[in-house]
């Protein structure tokens, strides 16, 4: 049994508690589930796929997204490179990601991107 949308479903519970019906995953995809600048080369090439797996429609291009808002020009080239995030599956990837990384902020990970991934959190809660 593949554990990740009962895990979704719990990360969403706490970024976005309530009615969470405009996030239904419409669409389940492949997807390498950890990308983010040290996982990509040039040439372009895709490192460390030990967490692959299932997972909503634009979660790889949400996680670098959310890796990217350190740097509002490359999070805008990011989000202008993969329009799945204006989508509604694109919410609901967003919206997954952002909760994830917000849980490994709270581990003590990641706080660098405290700030922005609260100000993201905002915004996910406003569409």
């Known amino acids: ?42 040439p372009l090439c895709l490192l460390d796929w030990a967490g692959w797996g299932m997972a909503p429609e634009g979660f790889d291009a949400a996680a670098l997204y959310a890796y990217a808002l350190l740097q509002p020009d490359t999070a805008a080239r990011v989000r202008t490179a993969f329009p799945v995030l204006d989508s509604p599956a694109g919410l609901a990837a967003e919206a997954a990601v952002c909760a994830q990384l917000l849980q490994t902020v709270a581990r003590g990970d990641n706080l660098v991107l405290e700030g922005p991934l609260r100000n993201w959190a905002g915004e996910l809660r406003r569409r």
């Open 1 to 42: 049994m593949d554990a990740r949308p009962y895990l979704l479903a719990q990360c969403l519970d706490r970024l976005l508690p309530g009615d969470r019906t405009v996030l239904a995953v419409s669409c389940w995809a492949t997807a390498h589930a950890d990308v983010h600048w040290a996982n990509l080369t040039e």
